[in-house]
């Protein structure tokens, strides 16, 4: 036992020097571009994860959601009742496979871009999340320069947390952390119903 006690204890002190080494070699401070892609469940959870970070250090947070709005999900109840001074916007029009209006759908994804602009350039968010919008990419919704051009110039102290399936290689070039969640297994395709306060 004594020297299965050595051998872990031994084991974990050089882990801690690797990981102390690390930290050290961890010396910039600055704001983040994070990209939460992948087909797997979890990326828009990841980021309102984040948020609930932010917003525990007081700090300001903006919300843009791309495809969500005509279905009620628990982090929009809760934010809207605990949290009312944050920025939330959505585009409101569902899944573009509900709504088949291309023109429309285009118009809409605009009209939310520019509610995400005027959030990339206000100096007192301290974070802004664009929920779902590689979607808006992937069609041609949105124009790819002028959104990697936002991202860039935003202002120092803000990060950027964007979602969605199939990030393009334009997004992933200026993110800092590009995270790929993978779809293992789903409860969906087992036919099971989305639940709320797990997927809603």
């Given amino acids: 036992m004594i020297n299965e006690q050595n051998k872990h204890k031994s084991k974990m002190q050089k882990y801690k020097k ?26 828009s959870t990841s980021a309102f994860g984040m948020v609930m970070r932010s917003l525990g250090y007081g700090h300001k947070v903006g ?65 802004v999340v664009l929920d779902e919008i590689t979607y808006m990419l992937n069609y041609k919704y949105l124009d790819t320069q002028d959104v990697i051009h936002a991202i860039q110039n935003r202002p120092a102290n803000q990060s950027v947390i964007l979602t969605g399936r199939m990030a393009c290689q334009e997004l992933t070039n200026i ?25 809603l």
Wanted: no cysteine.
């Fill in 18 to 43: 690797a990981v102390d080494k690390g930290i050290s070699k961890a010396s910039k401070n600055k704001n983040l571009v994070i990209v939460l892609t992948g087909n797997g469940k979890g990326k």
């Fill in 63 to 127: 919300i843009i959601q791309f495809i969500k709005g005509q279905q009620k999900t628990g982090e929009e109840i809760y934010i809207s009742k605990y949290h009312p001074e944050v920025f939330l916007y959505q585009m409101n029009t569902g899944f573009t496979w509900n709504s088949q209006d291309k023109d429309n759908d285009i118009k809409a994804a605009e009209n939310t871009w520019q509610k995400a602009k005027d959030l990339l350039q206000n100096p007192k968010i301290d974070l």
């Fill in 175 to 199: 993110a800092d952390t590009v995270s790929i969640i993978q779809d293992e297994k789903h409860a969906f395709k087992s036919g099971i119903k989305a639940r709320k306060g797990i997927d």
